[in-house]
């Protein structure tokens, strides 16, 4: 196989060199094509733009295989804690037991909030979005870590992921309780990450919540399965203003915004209103399918189809089988996932679909599992976002210790108006 494309531009040839990836995946490296032949390359949402090489996360979206640091996510879903799935992520291996008491220790160590972050809370009014309080609150947390602690360096690097991973949980409870206005229940140092967070947001004064195995069990793996995805869009995000040498909180605080919206980790609550508007409009699903292939107005299939998967998403599948055996296992009976088997398989039977290769994504049914466990629809996206922690700090740290690392700068195609005159405002006429 060639290890140069060539390009005829003008009559005139230029080699541009191929990179191939450990999994033999091949990309045209055009780096150096502005400078030889003076044009840019024009890939609008980035759809064909490798922008980094990375060793973290490898997808085959033809095939809908996900592997977090070459483990496939079937293995990891079945075997492995979200705390160590977050050292893989990480710093690439998975951990010793050593490695892995002495940074559950460092979670523990960094679990409360400082005594001061809690006044901030009570800026926010109440219906405060929590995801705005999630991202101002990583913010103000760099503020306090800060001063004592430099990422760059290995040890304060482990120290500042482990309090930002610790504490994101710790926010986002307090956040939840301050929207209810209920007292912040702070963590607990026998409790391990996931119980820990399950009982900052329903504990209550004199009723302290157990979580059963089932439901830790459950969100655990949601946590893994949303831990990294490649270069989505938060991803990349970190990863861009943390190439203008922006701190690892401030990073991974605009990778929480990016996440926000319905398009990126905000789908898993457009899901849910999805299903709910289906019911309540009393249509059938087929009769809602029909409106999506007829584009209405406004009416989407949420939860199917994805940039990079032309096949299912494997985290779908884990997800469904999840949702199915915490639902038997609490005795629930929800309508939602009845109301969602339902539409995929109505989907799925279609030729529209099938022929646009439009299968469920991760979105389509984790929904279910939070209700089940009892997290309301507005903090879904901040689940999203404990989730794919581990993958923000994991890049964050990837492109810090790439050589020669410059800031991201993209560059465009001018569209806007040719050179003109400046005019007086009263000769001014529209
Ligand atoms: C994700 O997990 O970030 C989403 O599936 C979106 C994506 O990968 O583009």
Redesign the pocket.
């Known amino acids: 196989m060639s290890d140069v494309a060539k390009l005829e531009i003008d009559g005139k040839i230029f080699e541009l060199p191929i990179v191939t990836g450990s999994e033999n995946e091949r990309g045209i490296d055009i780096s150096a094509l502005r400078a030889a032949t003076g044009l840019i390359t024009l890939d609008d949402g980035y759809g064909n733009t490798g922008s980094c090489r990375s060793a973290i996360t490898y997808?085959d979206g033809d095939a809908g295989i996900l592997r977090y640091r070459g483990y496939p996510i079937e293995q990891l879903a079945q075997k492995s804690s979200f705390v160590e799935v977050a050292q893989l992520l990480i710093w690439g291996e998975l951990p010793t037991t050593t490695e892995r008491n002495q940074f559950g220790q460092m979670l523990t160590d960094n679990a409360a909030l400082p005594w001061d972050m809690r006044r901030h809370f009570d800026g926010f009014p109440t219906d405060a979005h929590p995801m705005a309080i999630l991202s101002a609150m990583i913010n103000a947390l760099e503020s306090y870590d800060l001063k004592n602690l430099h990422p760059t360096n290995q040890e304060e690097f482990a120290l500042a992921a482990a309090s930002l991973m610790s504490k994101v949980r710790t926010i986002a409870a307090a956040s939840y309780k301050s929207h209810i206005g209920q007292p912040i229940v702070w963590p607990r140092p026998d409790m391990k990450y996931v119980e820990n967070f399950l009982h900052m947001m329903f504990t209550v004064p004199y009723n302290d919540y157990v979580p059963t195995p089932e439901v830790s069990h459950a969100l655990n793996l949601l946590l893994v399965l949303?831990a990294?995805?490649?270069?989505?869009?938060?991803?990349s995000t970190v990863r861009m203003v943390a190439s203008g040498q922006a701190n690892l909180y401030a990073s991974v605080a605009a990778g929480v915004c990016a996440?926000w919206g319905p398009l990126?980790?905000g789908?898993n609550m457009a899901v849910v209103e999805m299903l709910e508007q289906i019911k309540a409009s009393g249509i059938t699903t087929k009769q809602f399918v029909d409106k999506v292939k007829n584009r209405e107005d406004g009416v989407k299939l949420m939860g199917f189809g994805?940039?990079?998967?032309r096949n299912f998403?494997p985290?779908a599948k884990i997800i469904k089988e999840a949702a199915d055996s915490l639902l038997d296992s609490l005795h629930i009976t929800d309508p939602m996932l009845d109301l969602a088997r339902e539409l995929e398989a109505v989907a799925l039977e279609d030729e529209y679909f099938v022929s646009r290769k439009l299968y469920p994504?991760?979105?389509f049914y984790s929904g279910i599992i939070l209700r089940a466990i009892g997290i309301p629809m507005d903090m879904f996206t901040v689940m999203?976002a404990m989730g794919?922690m581990p993958?923000w700090i994991a890049n964050w740290k990837e492109l810090h210790e790439t050589p020669g690392q410059r800031i991201y700068r993209p560059r465009q195609i001018y569209t806007g108006a040719t050179e003109r005159a400046w005019v007086p405002r009263k000769e001014r006429r529209r």
């Open positions: 997808i949303h990294d995805h490649e270069q989505n869009c938060s991803t996440l990126h980790g789908a994805h940039r990079v998967y998403d985290r994504n991760v979105d999203f794919r993958g």
